[in-house]
Nanobody
């Protein structure tokens, strides 16, 4: 019900910056928390940062002070500004959108929560 698409990413030298953006789209749904996660080869996917629809932010320790997550006015977009990038930040970055389908749009008359992931965008930081 919700499609998530990421933009941005690319290659940058250590110390540089990149900005990732994400759009979640779906009719008849309420998008709540959105966030960014990353996965490096051979490692599990890990949280980078999330932000609620009300603007409450949550950062991984490695992201604190270097990354900034923000929500668009339309509430279905989220961006991640990454500064002071390090080679260890190299990974695929994934956007996730948590949502609720209101009961008016479900077959069983109750709200239905769900989440959707984007396809990921690659970030490469060279030393």
């Amino acid at each position: 019900q919700v499609t998530v698409v990421e933009f941005g990413g690319g290659s940058v030298q250590a110390g540089g910056s990149l900005r990732l953006s994400c759009v979640a789209s779906g009719s008849g749904v309420n998008i709540n928390r959105m966030g960014w996660y990353r996965q490096s080869p051979g490692k599990q996917r890990e949280l980078v940062a999330t932000i609620s629809s009300g603007g409450s932010r949550n950062y991984a320790d490695f992201a604190t002070g270097r990354f900034t997550i923000s929500r668009g006015v339309a509430k279905n977009t989220v961006s991640l500004q990454m500064d002071s990038l390090k080679p260890e930040d190299t990974a695929y970055y994934y956007c996730k959108a948590d949502y609720v389908i209101p009961s008016d749009y479900t077959d069983f008359g109750a709200d239905a929560p769900g989440s959707s992931w984007g396809q990921g965008t690659q970030v490469i930081v060279s030393s």
